[in-house]
């Protein structure tokens, strides 16, 4: 058993996540619930793996190895059902830049391409500035739940949408798309020809359902570019490594001759050696850090539902970054971030940030240790108590 009860004081080690306080004005006072890295120790071996690599004093450019494919390769066959072949895949410094790469090489400029919103905010980014045209296909929200429009999503890829960069599971809504609605937007994309860029990192923190990838779905496997990492799975944000998977030869070909036009040489040999181990000896200490954020999700909906009703909770299938609708309070996200920050020392992510109808949302980063989850709670309470109406 890995002990994620444990608190592991982060301060004083340059994270952008616990350094959020001193934009605040605060110091070390802060607890942070924002940006998507937990606060979870990473797996021994894995650090094991990586010391025994910096036995070897040169670090220089280095190319990943055999392994480090097969170790994918076998984790994503074991735990999600899908056989990628090796020669598939291809490794980069990081998935946004991923993303906004392949745009800007696969989709004409000024063409459009689309996302679900509200979704995680660096897509809007990647889309502007690889030269692209937003279209915002707002999902539908009731009950706390999302799906997606299907009609509004033909109607615009029927008027020339030429890509769709999607998330699954969903970053900030917490959905894990089902086999039957993620059939429907391959099938779409197919018979419409538009690329289907999968942003699947959050894969193993699908928590209340299935995950499924898209590169099931082999009537989009020409266009069809599926985005994985250790970031999110093994809290290693910090070597800056992904996996892109391009099941279609002639893609994968035209996708790394981009990179290495641009002598991109990806992460160092540290990273691949992280992302072997990780891939090798992590499936344990995966479903113990699932099983805990799953244990995190039902406290923060049992704490909410008595202690603050009128907030409402997103109904919750996977990541470990929840949807809170506060708007109760009747103040936009970026009040609500600002007077729980100076007044009551926690930061959450600003909802607004995600698009598509987000003000008055807030994303709650829930992967730490109960301690930190429950004082982080206390002080949401105490702001309800004052401002909820
Ligand atoms: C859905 C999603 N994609 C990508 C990233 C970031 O990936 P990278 O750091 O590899 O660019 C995040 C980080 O929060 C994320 O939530």
């Not at 994270?15 to 605040?24: A, E, H, T």
């Not at 001759?257 to 995966?286: K, N, Q, V």
Request: hydrophobic share 40%.
């Amino acid at each position: 058993m890995y002990d994620f009860d444990k608190v592991v004081d982060r301060r004083g080690t340059s994270s952008i996540k616990w350094n959020v306080q001193y934009d605040f004005g605060q110091k070390d006072g802060l607890l942070p619930f924002w940006i998507a890295d937990t606060d979870f120790a990473a797996e021994p071996k894995i650090l094991e793996a990586m010391k025994k690599r910096l036995d070897h004093p040169i670090i220089g450019y280095a190319d990943p190895w055999e392994n480090v494919f097969t170790a994918i390769q076998g984790w994503w066959e074991r735990r999600h059902g899908w056989k990628a072949e090796t020669d598939w895949m291809y490794i980069s410094s990081g998935v946004v830049t991923a993303i906004y790469f392949n745009l800007q090489l696969l989709i004409p400029q000024g063409e459009k391409v689309l996302t679900f919103t509200p979704v995680y905010d660096p897509f809007f980014a990647a889309i502007k500035n690889s030269g692209h045209e937003l279209v915002d296909c707002p999902m539908i929200h009731e009950d706390n739940y999302y799906t997606i429009d299907y009609a509004q999503f033909e109607e615009e890829l029927k008027n020339g949408v030429r890509g769709v960069v999607f998330c699954n599971p969903h970053n900030p809504v917490g959905r894990v798309w089902s086999e039957e609605e993620l059939k429907k937007i391959a099938d779409l994309c197919a018979k419409y020809g538009a690329y289907l860029f999968s942003d699947e990192v959050h894969a193993d923190y699908a928590l209340t359902r299935p995950y499924t990838t898209m590169g099931k779905f082999e009537q989009i496997h020409d266009r069809l570019v599926v985005y994985t990492a250790i970031s999110k799975s093994f809290n290693m944000a910090g070597m800056c490594s992904s996996c892109l998977i391009i099941p279609n030869g002639e893609l994968k070909k035209k996708i790394v001759a981009d990179f290495e036009s641009r002598w991109m040489f990806g992460p160092c040999d540290l990273a691949f050696t992280a992302i072997e181990a990780a891939y090798t000896y992590g499936d344990t200490w995966m479903d113990e850090a699932a099983a805990y954020v799953a244990g995190n999700v039902e406290i923060v909906k049992k704490f909410m539902a008595e202690r603050m009703p009128k907030v409402q909770v997103t109904k919750h299938e996977g990541t470990f970054l929840m949807w809170l609708d506060m708007n109760c309070y009747g103040l936009t996200s970026g009040g609500i971030t600002d007077i729980l920050a100076k007044e009551y020392g926690v930061a959450l992510g600003d909802g607004s940030h995600y698009g598509g109808q987000a003000e008055g949302f807030m994303r709650f980063n829930i992967g730490c240790a109960r301690e930190t989850l429950m004082q982080g709670l206390e002080q949401l309470a105490k702001m309800y108590d004052k401002y909820a109406k």
